[in-house]
């Protein structure tokens, strides 16, 4: 069985400071982790994933995130926020039969 | 990179009508989709597994009757949501793996947005 609980519903930033997205996993096995960015209206955007490769990922616009196993965390982060970073941020866990738990999603919302 | 087609994008139809929905891998070919709907404010809640070839796996829950998926090639799935009523108004999203391995990320399409009057 696996479970994916994203700790905030809701986060909000000042443009230009950092953000913290939270996310903590439980899998029977070793599972594979992506974060995704959701617009309004619109399907889902990967933003980065773990793999058993690296523990710390770079993603797409600036964003990273670290797998931490001894907290079975997976917390999405980057230095500066951008107005464009306003959005629904999902994180989520694969096993090998492909089929995949999704958290129940984080709102960030970018102050100017 | 990976794209995933999904149409229509927006559709408004009467009570009763069946409404089908089309996903498409447009540079790799996927086995496996999943169909997921979407509730406003919530996440994605997966409806079921299409496999190229065969029947698909539903989950609990999700009436196979009213949500007919077609697998007909690994390149197109498709929903057809059979006698919409108000209460089947939702956002629907499909997805794509481009093998059968977990390691690789699911692509999704970006999604149909049903409203039934």
């Known amino acids: 069985a696996q479970s994916v609980t994203q700790l905030d519903s809701h986060v909000s930033v000042s443009e230009g400071t950092p953000v913290l997205l939270r996310c903590n996993y439980s899998s029977s096995y070793s599972p594979s982790l992506f974060w995704y960015v959701q617009h309004p209206n619109k399907g889902l955007q990967l933003l980065l994933k773990?793999?058993?490769?690296?523990?710390l990922v770079k993603g797409i616009n600036g964003f990273e995130a670290e797998f931490k196993k001894s907290e079975t965390s997976f917390h999405l982060t980057k230095p500066s926020a951008h107005m464009s970073d306003a959005a629904e941020y999902f994180c989520v866990v694969t096993l090998n039969a492909g089929k995949s738990t999704f958290g129940d999603g984080t709102t960030l919302t970018v102050k100017p | 990179g990976a794209v995933v087609s999904q149409h229509p994008s927006w559709v408004i139809c009467k009570s009763g009508t069946s409404v089908k929905i089309e996903c498409r891998s447009l540079d790799f070919q996927a086995t496996t989709m999943f169909w997921y709907r979407q509730f406003p404010k919530q996440s994605l809640m997966l409806m079921a597994t299409?496999?190229?070839?065969?029947?698909?796996?539903?989950e609990q829950g999700v009436e196979k009757d009213k949500f007919l998926i077609n697998h007909a090639s690994l390149t197109l799935s498709t929903l057809t949501v059979t006698s919409a009523h108000p209460e089947d108004s939702s956002f629907y999203i499909c997805?794509?793996?481009?093998?059968?391995?977990?390691?690789?990320?699911?692509?999704f399409g970006d999604g149909t947005r049903l409203s039934i009057l």
């Open positions: 299409s496999n190229e070839g065969s029947k698909a796996t539903y």
């Open positions: 997805s794509a793996f481009p093998d059968s391995y977990s390691n690789q990320p699911q692509h």
């Open positions: 773990y793999t058993s490769a690296a523990t």
